[in-house]
């Protein structure tokens, strides 16, 4: 039983390990991206992923997600469409 404990213990204290906002990860999986993409779509991520964390997006997925669309119009040279 006392193993189950300290296990469960242990468990809690690294899920408390990652304090970083729901922003913070958003921005963090775009400028990811933004490294691993073609050259014309980065810029679009990485100025999203600032923008993300400079506003504490009310919904980062949501602004995560257009910015990769906005990045994939920027790829194949298309204008962003409103979102």
């Not at 490294?35 to 679009?44: G, K, L, M």
């Not at 400079?54 to 298309?78: E, F, R």
């Amino acid at each position: 039983m006392r193993t189950l404990t300290l296990l469960a213990a242990a468990g809690l204290a690294l899920a408390a390990c990652n304090t970083a906002t729901p922003a913070e990860n958003s921005a963090d999986a775009l400028r990811q991206a933004a490294d691993q993409s073609d050259p014309a779509a980065a810029p679009a991520l990485d100025n999203a992923a600032d923008a993300i964390e400079a506003n504490a997006a009310a919904d980062p997925g949501a602004a995560a997600q257009d910015a990769l669309a906005n990045g994939g119009d920027a790829q194949v040279g298309t204008t962003p469409q409103p979102r």
